[in-house]
């Protein structure tokens, strides 16, 4: 999944970026008001992590204006504001959650994973395909009665995959959500995660659509 951190707090994005990449999220940080806006509307982002006070832009001018623009990601807020009203705002300019800070890390990754699993449709962190059973929140695959261990990368491709088995999916879809936009390397990078999968789950796991993508058959 595919996060995008609008926070001018710098220290702070740092780290959120790197605990949230290290859970195996692809994750973009801008600083700035209305270059978060320019980004968080182009509408490639699974979830955007929105501090309230900005230079440029204040975070519920841009949550308006995403919601008016259609986009329908979720939008977590974060505020060093505490009360009610300030609350209310947040949620009635067309955020889905609201923490204040200073917050625990462990509680933002859990809002982090509730949402992206309430957008899917699903209240269950278990995705599954056929014998193949991915708890999103443990970070734990089984194949049967088997454990695969993955990497965060190697799990973060596996999700896009199974959350779409039996359809094909595109490398570039792979590489929009999995990598974050300063990834500049080459994009056959998705392959070589694609083959270690396959060792892993088994050879005839995942196809190959010759010009299309890759499609995961449950096992």
Known sequence: MR???????????TSLARGLTAEGFAVDVVHD????????????????????????MNGYRICAALRAAGHEMPILMLTAKDGEYDEAEGLDTGADDYLTKPFSYVVLVARVRALLRRRGGSAS???????????????????????????AKEFAV?????????????????????????????????EVYVS????????????????????????
């Not at 996060?3 to 994005?13: N, Q, T």
């Open 3 to 13: 996060l995008l951190i609008v926070e001018d707090e710098k220290r702070l994005a």
């Open 33 to 56: 008001g209305q270059e978060g806006l320019h980004l968080a509307g182009q509408g490639v982002h699974d979830l955007v992590v929105l501090d309230i006070m900005l230079p440029g």
């Open 125 to 151: 962190p278990v995705l599954t395909a056929g014998t193949l059973r991915m708890d999103t929140a443990a970070r734990r695959v089984h194949r049967g009665d088997e454990e695969v261990a993955l990497t």
């Open 158 to 190: 596996l999700e896009q995959l199974v959350q779409r088995a039996g359809e094909v999916v595109s490398k570039a879809d792979i590489l929009e959500h999995v990598w974050d936009f300063a990834y500049d390397g080459d994009p056959n990078i998705v």
């Open 196 to 219: 270690t999968l396959r060792r892993k789950l088994g050879a005839d796991s995942i196809r190959t659509v010759r010009g299309a993508g890759y499609r995961l058959e449950a096992p």
